[in-house]
């Protein structure tokens, strides 16, 4: 089982989503705002879960999305199923074929136990936790200033030319 950045948008999305239930429907513009992504990206991705049966949309003022089931009848791996496409049968099977085969399945039991709801009773899960989940996962230090050696050499072809003309 596949587990791109676009699963992982998917699944916060839905977590906000369940966040947000008792508001009401949420735009897709506040939730990719929250998640720092592009709108046409959400609803790239709201169409495939919409088309799986785990949200709603509600049209006209004050629509937006809801969870078409309760969080916790919503699983993990129903989320990123119905985002990742199937990954393609080889042609010649490799014999690692069979371990990654036996690592999906063992991922996608894993994630079939884990429901919506179990997220949300994380004390770290959020709405200003998932605003920042777009973040880099690793941050690289800043590169110390530089110093420019000091050259005598000429600095363009112009001042090259000139210094042969002496």
């Known amino acids: 089982m596949r587990i791109s950045p676009k699963s992982r948008s998917a699944v916060t999305a839905m977590v906000d989503l ?23 990206y959400m609803e790239q991705l709201f169409a495939r879960l919409r088309r799986q049966g785990l ?66 009773r994380d004390p770290e899960v959020t709405t200003s936790t998932l605003a920042s989940a777009r973040k880099p996962l690793r941050h690289l230090p800043a590169p110390a200033a530089m110093q420019r050696p000091r050259t005598t050499a000429p600095n363009s072809v112009f001042a090259f030319g000139m210094s042969f003309a002496n």
């Open 18 to 40: 369940a966040l947000q239930r008792r508001a009401g429907p949420v735009s897709l513009a506040t939730v990719a705002a929250r998640q720092r992504v592009s709108l046409s």
């Open 55 to 120: 949200v709603e949309a509600t049209r006209g003022p004050g629509g937006g999305y809801t969870l078409a089931r309760a969080a916790d009848d919503i699983s993990v791996a129903e989320i990123v199923g119905a985002i990742e496409d199937p990954p393609p049968v080889p042609e010649a099977p490799s014999a690692t074929d069979a371990l990654w085969a036996g690592l999906d399945d063992v991922v996608a039991r894993h994630l079939e136990t884990v429901k919506l709801q179990s997220l949300l």
